[in-house]
């Protein structure tokens, strides 16, 4: 099973600051390497696609890098709305798994 | 716009069953790649089965042998039979498209949830 490690597990950072949560594999994912949003009471929302691809309608303050077995979502200039916990997951082995989540805080 | 609603949760006890339901609209079920993900009660996502449009399954190691992934093309609606439920499978279930219907890649589109308590 591939081990996707999240940091940090929570950040608090304040309006227009830029916030980096890191995702970590356990082997090489390739760009095979995805991220969510999900707030609470609701469904995860697609951010990111293979590691950097924005996903239709994402505001373009969400930005994906990396490769292999070492990811990063940046969110660039942080608003009020993106109050939530982000996930990365991998599609390359099975079972399919996912980060245990990054809680971004506003300030 | 794809549309997608679970349905079926509820309070069962152990060892009991539930069907989960997902009823599709915006797409066709029998097309595409479609999930099941869960998520317990203030933890993180999990991935529970796949069914590819071409039939075949994958169950996630701590429901493989009690839970059935199925669909019902007239119905447009994806299925996931829970048999022999415990404690640990409490938590929000969720379908999910992936791949743009195409592959087993990223999950874009997600339906709100349904949530299976299993108590005594």
């Known amino acids: 099973e591939i081990v996707l490690t999240q940091s940090p597990d929570f950040q608090s950072v304040a309006p227009k600051e830029k916030v980096t949560i890191t995702c970590r594999a356990s082997?090489?994912?390739?760009?095979?390497l995805h991220w969510y949003q999900q707030k609470p009471g609701q469904s995860p929302k697609l951010l990111i696609k293979?590691?950097?691809q924005s996903f239709a309608g994402v505001p373009s303050r969400f930005r994906g890098s990396g490769s292999g077995t070492d990811f990063t979502l940046t969110i660039n200039s942080l608003e009020a709305e993106d109050a939530a916990t982000y996930y990365c997951?991998?599609?390359?082995?099975?079972?399919?798994?996912f980060g245990q989540g990054t809680k971004v805080e506003i300030k | 716009e794809v549309q997608l609603v679970e349905s079926g949760g509820g309070l069962i006890q152990p060892g009991g069953s539930l069907r989960l339901s997902c009823a599709a609209s915006g797409i066709t079920v029998s097309s595409t790649y479609m999930s099941w993900v869960r998520q317990a009660p203030g933890k993180g996502l999990e991935w529970v089965s796949v069914?590819?449009?071409?039939?075949?399954?994958h169950y996630a190691d701590s429901v493989k042998g009690r839970f059935t992934i199925s669909r019902d093309n007239s119905k447009n609606t994806l299925y996931l039979q829970m048999n022999s439920l415990r404690a640990e499978d409490t938590a929000v279930y969720f379908c999910?498209?992936?791949?743009?219907?195409?592959?087993?890649?990223?999950?874009?589109?997600w339906g709100q949830g349904t949530l299976v308590t299993v108590s005594s």
């Open positions: 082997q090489n994912i390739g760009n095979s």
């Open positions: 997951h991998q599609s390359v082995g099975l079972p399919r798994t």
């Open positions: 069914l590819y449009r071409g039939g075949t399954t």
């Open positions: 293979y590691a950097s």
């Open positions: 999910a498209r992936s791949g743009d219907g195409n592959n087993f890649d990223q999950f874009d589109s």
